[in-house]
């Protein structure tokens, strides 16, 4: 029996020989019943030890190919998946169904990412979508990691709830208790993976295919894709100096997503009239207002805003996100509700996924044990609160309020310019990269709004460059 070994390959010669004869079984060249030569034969043929030839063959009966006996050696098994061509030139058996709501979602979601790419070979990057994470944040993360190990018993090792471990639940409820005005018990709570699970999570709880969902327009893709992909009717309503125009919603409205604390992506704060007006509907129309605090302890005049939940909990969903508070590798948001959906979600996220994964857990559990997630935020809002005061003093020096309104100034980590409606946010785009300078477009963030303008964060730039990035933003629109 020929077989060809290649020694000067990195792959061990017995896997080469079981390789080889499997592909002889596969293309017939080696029938059912035929016998395979003997190992001490075959291994005087290749010039090998009889062990390695015995271990192809050992190999080769492990994975069904042959059968032995002391009397009849060893035998190619007769069956009929080995006269079938080999896997790799048969055609492929499964095509996947047509899913046009999932395309579609897809196809928006992959716009609004790389419209909002990050530019490693820019001077300047105003790139709006993550926080600034530096050595200090790495070293104290790290130092609570290595507390957290150091807690850890050997029972957290196993499965635990699906709302989330219990010690990370508790340091939560007592922060929310404190800065939003939001007083839970911990099984009114589920720990998830992110913003996007959450919603997702909350979708298939409360809602069903053809339900009518309300989204801010412009607002956040991700709520706005994640419906789109669950099949639900979706209706956009407009977003002026308030925040979500509530007089525009559906009287059949399920739910209302909303980023009332600092609308994502304009930048304004829904002012307390429009509040009041938007929890009257939800009570009156019995639907669910999906409240989403993505950087609410980054504003700079006065404390956090009073989230909704804390003014109406049995129709409020609370979703808590570290992302942009901390790092966006921390994949870990909060969904506060009443204890009926929380216990849902939960049943959910147990079919789903069982439970989370426990080190970032117990890392951000610690991380506020330890009182350096108080300490960060502080820091950070210090920090930004500088670039925030940077950016607006460069864009008045240079005029950019004739230009365009600017909005989003007292919270957040960046700076909404709207122009006319026929502003080229394109061009501007383009002119901007080619000048070494990045800027972003309000257009991905649109459902049906035809408002248009630009994104300008601020918060991984440094004072210098802010202003020397303002000033070559002048020059290229012209201001």
């Known amino acids: 029996m020929y077989i060809h070994l290649d020694r000067s390959s990195a792959t061990p010669l017995w896997q080469q020989i079981v390789t080889e004869i499997i592909q002889k079984i596969h293309t017939q060249k080696l029938h059912p019943d035929d016998q395979l030569t003997p190992t001490r034969v075959l291994a005087q043929e290749l010039n090998v030890s009889r062990s390695t030839v ?24 007769s069956s009929d998946q080995y006269t079938a061509s080999p896997p790799y030139q048969s055609e492929p058996p499964f095509s996947p169904p047509t899913r046009p709501h999932f395309e579609e979602a897809e196809k928006q979601m992959d716009h609004w990412l790389s419209a909002n790419q990050f530019h490693e070979k820019l001077d300047i990057d105003f790139r709006h979508q993550e926080p600034a994470i530096d050595a200090h944040f790495q070293n104290i993360w ?62 298939q709880v409360l809602l069903k295919k053809g339900d009518t969902v309300a989204v801010e327009d412009p607002g956040f893709p991700g709520a706005r894709l994640s419906f789109m992909h669950r099949e639900m009717n979706i209706h956009p309503a407009p977003v002026d100096e308030e925040g979500m125009v509530v ?26 009239n429009r509040r009041q007006l938007l929890l009257k509907f939800a009570v009156s129309h019995q639907s669910y207002i999906l ?35 901390l790092a966006p590798g921390i994949r870990l ?16 996220q147990s079919l789903i996924q069982r439970q989370l994964p426990i080190m970032e857990q117990i890392t951000l559990a610690s991380f506020f044990k330890e009182g350096e997630f108080t300490r960060y935020v502080r820091r950070m809002r210090q920090l930004y609160k500088k670039r925030q005061a ?20 007292d919270t957040g980590l960046h700076v909404f310019l709207e ?24 257009s991905p963030y649109c459902f049906e709004s035809n408002r ?17 990035g303002v000033c070559r933003l002048k020059k290229i629109l012209h201001i």
């Open 333 to 348: 948001a909060a969904i506060v509700g009443s204890k009926a959906v929380m216990k849902e979600i939960a049943a959910l």
């Open 452 to 468: 248009k303008g630009l994104l300008l964060g601020f918060a991984c730039t440094d004072e210098s460059k802010i202003q020397e």
């Open 291 to 325: 409240e989403d605090d993505f950087d609410g302890d980054y504003r700079y005049h006065g404390g956090p805003l009073p989230s909704l939940f804390s003014e109406a909990p049995e129709h409020v969903i609370y979703i808590l996100s570290f992302s942009k508070v």
């Open 54 to 77: 015995q271990l192809a063959y050992d190999e080769l009966l492990a994975r069904g190919y042959v059968s032995t006996s002391r009397r009849g050696g060893t035998k190619v098994i």
């Open 142 to 203: 790290k130092r609570s990691l290595m507390k957290a190990l150091q807690r850890l018993d050997m029972k957290d090792w196993g499965y635990s709830s699906p709302h989330g471990l219990w010690e990370v639940r508790s340091e939560i409820r007592q922060y929310l208790s404190v800065e939003r005005g939001i007083d839970v018990e911990e099984d009114q709570m589920v720990l998830t993976g992110g913003t996007q699970q959450a919603i997702d999570l909350i979708s």
């Open 390 to 409: 940077a950016m607006m003093e460069a864009l008045l020096t240079h005029h950019f309020d004739k230009h365009f309104r600017i909005y989003g100034t």
């Open 247 to 272: 007089n525009t919603l559906p009287r059949r409205t399920k739910l209302i997503a909303v980023t009332p604390s600092h609308q994502r992506p304009t930048g304004v704060c829904m002012s307390v």
């Open 419 to 442: 122009g006319a409606q026929d502003f080229d946010e394109k061009g501007s785009i383009e002119a901007a990269k080619a000048a070494g300078v990045g800027i972003y477009p309000l």
